[in-house]
């Protein structure tokens, strides 16, 4: 993925949650760019949410989900290294309770 590069994650479950706690893995494609895997950040939306959540390499985040489970979430990555990024799911959880610890 390049900046502002969008990738959609969907879920394989009809059941509704609160939450999603999401952490991904942004792995520089190129092996002396080390520094993009710090700096690289992905923005997550979904249809109901007001505003995008940022995620960091390797951090959990904590999405207030609305009523339903969206259909699909955007991932669009904001970078301004020009960073070429490999990116994987490392954990996704669907919860009703309000996470701890995370942001």
Excluded: W
Excluded at 49 to 69: D, F
């Amino acid at each position: 993925m390049e900046n502002k590069d969008v990738r959609t994650l969907h879920f394989d479950t009809a059941e509704s949650r609160r939450y999603l706690v999401l952490t991904l893995g942004m792995e520089s494609q190129r092996n002396y760019e080390s520094i993009c895997q710090l700096r690289a950040r992905m923005a997550v939306a979904t249809s109901g949410a007001t505003s995008p959540v940022v995620v960091s390499h390797k951090e959990p985040a904590v999405i207030a989900l609305p009523g339903n489970l969206p259909e699909e979430f955007r991932l669009t990555l904001e970078d301004e290294n020009n960073c070429l990024v490999n990116l994987s799911v490392i954990n996704a959880v669907l919860t009703d309770n309000n996470p701890s610890g995370t942001h």
